[in-house]
């Protein structure tokens, strides 16, 4: 059974270890290949199992090759030479299952599952090592394994290895680390890299890195198989959820290697697209019909993709001279060679049972290879995004400083502009009132009856004008409180020498957010005005100023708030109906008009009332009234007004 031909012999098994990629040294004539057995049959059908006659049988025995899609039970028996009587032997097996027990000499040393096979059992991916019980009298040990396989579950029996414990034990390590640790390594290889590249996915949308990260982690879902014996799911979905996975994994990154190369439109690309959503189906009528020709059918599809991506992606490569192309171009003709091999060793070679693929190592390299080129495209993204925000950093900077300078002139030109419309005011300012006036009072000082008194009256209100005028050339910030004390501070000794006693009411009020100089001085002389009249035409003893704000609705259904400014005196009074007509009224109705507010003018006997209301040009927080502030300034200058504590103003002409 296992001495045929000596030569033949170790040929096989150098073939055996070199597939399983072990490298060992052993003295030759200490170790038997187990290659032939004696085999019992019992098949599972819709009828009564029942046993077939026993057969010699080469190994490995495949079941699902040599029994199809039927599901039963197969013992296995042979005989083991003992070389040296008193060296303890033991028996490695690559591969068996799904369910087995071993015995030897009729005693049972090893068993996993239950006959038939659990849902949740299946050894058959993990190799085995059963130590022999000592026996000094034997020549050969008979040996009896019985495995219980299920259709579609890859169940079996590969060549067995006898030998010395010493001999035998480095062996199953090694497979042990090939076939568990290697997988284990693979599988967290792989899902690392899938799951990093769907994190870049989630950031930046671009389909390549879906089309890794997706097959990336259904690789690791189907490497993952060999690291269990005891499935975490119960057949057939433990055989579904693999094998679905590793169907749809190869044409996704072959999709994503079209990707790379800018070939995703292609006729092909959407081909392996629909290959990978109809992967689970495929796995499905394979695993539960079971349609076995079927998953022979999905691999050679998969190889015949696998070329025709390699030769899309080569033809590019080989044209192009970018380094990551050609990097890739390598990584998918290794690759796709590996995959070639395995299916040929695993459909036409005697030793396809036991065989470990190598596309599980050569996926390795490849998904470094195509974890390399996605760093290599991320990295030039990232100095094309660097050049990118450099060159708008130097545009930003160059329009900002264009921005800046015209900034400037914009502000140089409201400075000259502002300067100008200061000095037409004053030139108008100057014409119209202080130099009509003046001109009044050349005429009434040429009359030969002309009244000291009056032409002395007359030049008081022409100095306190002009010092009106002057005083409007510093901005007071649309301070209406400091405004009126200026009228006040300008006007009060005038008032007293003709007998008035002013009294004076000004509430905290608002800034009137937009004024300029030009609006103060509107409303200054609109008041000059009208304390001119007062004391010239009212023969008044008393006076009063009020000024506040009224809340909106409170002012004639105002919307907003308004500053109220009224004027009263206890003066002879006057008619209104003849009054507005005449020339003063009308200016100030204009100024008052000017400042966007409403002038009213009410006169009986005893009382004349004039109101001057300003709506606030926004809504706007009540400021505190500037008054205390304008007084300290103004009691620095002239102490007689220490005492008022009202809204006051620093004079600029004396």
């Not at 490995?60 to 199809?68: A, E, M, S, V, Y």
């Not at 990260?213 to 433990?238: K, N």
């Not at 691999?299 to 696998?306: D, K, S």
């Not at 009126?484 to 006693?501: E, K, N, T």
Request: charged letters at 20%; one cysteine or more.
């Amino acid at each position: 059974m296992g001495r045929q031909n000596e030569a033949l012999r170790w040929r096989l098994i150098a073939l055996v270890f070199a597939v399983l990629g072990f490298s060992w040294s052993v003295s030759a004539h200490a170790l038997t290949l187990i290659e032939e057995a004696e085999l019992t049959l019992t098949l599972h059908g819709q009828a009564r199992a029942h046993a077939e006659k026993p057969q010699t049988v080469t190994l490995p025995f495949h079941w699902d090759q040599r029994q199809g899609a039927v599901d039963g039970e197969a013992r296995f028996t042979f005989e083991v030479p003992v070389a040296q009587a008193d060296a303890p032997m033991a028996l490695f097996v690559p591969r068996l299952g799904n369910s087995f027990r071993v015995s030897v000499d009729d005693q049972e040393l090893a068993r996993f599952g239950a006959f038939p096979p659990g849902p949740y059992d299946d050894a058959s991916f993990a190799p085995q090592y059963v130590e022999l019980p000592a026996s000094r009298s034997a020549s050969s040990r008979r040996v009896e394994v019985t495995i219980a396989a299920q259709a579609a579950r890859q169940g079996g029996l590969s060549p067995i290895v006898a030998g010395t414990v010493e001999e035998i034990r480095p062996l199953h390590e090694r497979a042990e680390f090939w076939h568990i640790s290697g997988g284990r390594f693979i599988a967290i290889v792989s899902g690392v890299l899938g799951a990093l590249s769907l994190l870049v996915w989630l950031r930046q949308r671009e389909s390549i890195y879906l089309y890794y990260g997706l097959g990336e982690l259904l690789w690791s879902v189907q490497t993952a198989r060999v690291l269990f014996t005891h499935a975490p799911l119960p057949w057939p979905w433990w055989g579904v959820l693999p094998l679905a996975a590793f169907q749809a994994a190869i044409p996704l990154l072959c999709r994503f290697a079209l990707a790379v190369v800018g070939r995703d439109d292609t006729r092909l690309a959407r081909f392996l697209g629909a290959m990978a959503w109809l992967a689970p189906v495929a796995a499905a009528l394979g695993i539960m019909v079971p349609w076995l020709w079927l998953t022979s059918l999905w691999q050679g599809l998969n190889l015949v993709v696998g070329l025709a991506m390699m030769v899309t992606v080569l033809r590019v490569a080989l044209r192009s001279s970018v380094l990551e192309h050609r990097v890739l171009g390598l990584a998918v003709v290794l690759v796709v060679l590996a995959g070639a091999r395995d299916m040929w060793v695993m459909r036409y070679s005697p030793q396809a049972y036991d065989v470990v693929p190598w596309i599980r190592f050569a996926w390795v390299g490849f998904a470094i290879s195509l974890a390399w080129v996605i760093a290599e495209r991320m990295r030039k993204d990232a100095r094309a995004m660097a050049q990118m925000n450099a060159s708008l950093e130097a545009e930003l900077a160059k329009r900002n400083a264009a921005l800046e300078a015209a900034f400037t002139r914009e502000r140089e030109g409201e400075k000259a502009r502002g300067a100008l419309e200061e000095r037409q005011r004053v030139m108008q300012d100057l014409h119209d009132g202080l130099g009509a006036q003046l001109v009044g009072l050349l005429r009434m000082a040429q009359q030969p009856g002309a009244a000291r008194d009056d032409v002395a009256l007359h030049l008081r209100d022409a100095v306190d004008q002009l010092k009106l005028t002057v005083d409007a050339m510093h901005d007071g910030d649309g301070d209406v409180a400091s405004a009126l004390g200026a009228v006040r501070y300008r006007l009060g000794p005038r008032l007293q020498a003709a007998g008035i006693d002013l009294r004076w009411d000004v509430s905290p009020l608002p800034a009137m957010t937009g004024w300029s100089v030009r609006e103060s001085h509107q409303m200054q002389m609109l008041l000059f005005e009208a304390f001119s009249n007062l004391m010239t035409h009212s023969a008044a003893t008393q006076a009063s100023l009020i000024a506040r704000v009224l809340p909106p609705g409170g002012a004639d259904g105002a919307e907003g708030e308004v500053i109220e400014i009224e004027l009263c005196d206890n003066g002879r009074g006057f008619d209104t109906s003849g009054v507005l007509r005449g020339r003063g009224l009308a200016n100030m109705r204009a100024r008052a008009a000017a400042l966007g507010g409403m002038l009213m003018l009410k006169s009986r006997p005893g009382e004349t009332r004039l109101r001057l209301r300003l709506p606030m040009p926004v809504p706007a927080a009540v400021a505190g009234s500037t008054s205390n502030e304008a007084m300290t300034r103004l009691s620095e200058a002239n102490p007689e007004l220490q005492a008022s504590g009202q809204a006051g103003w620093r004079p600029a002409l004396r």
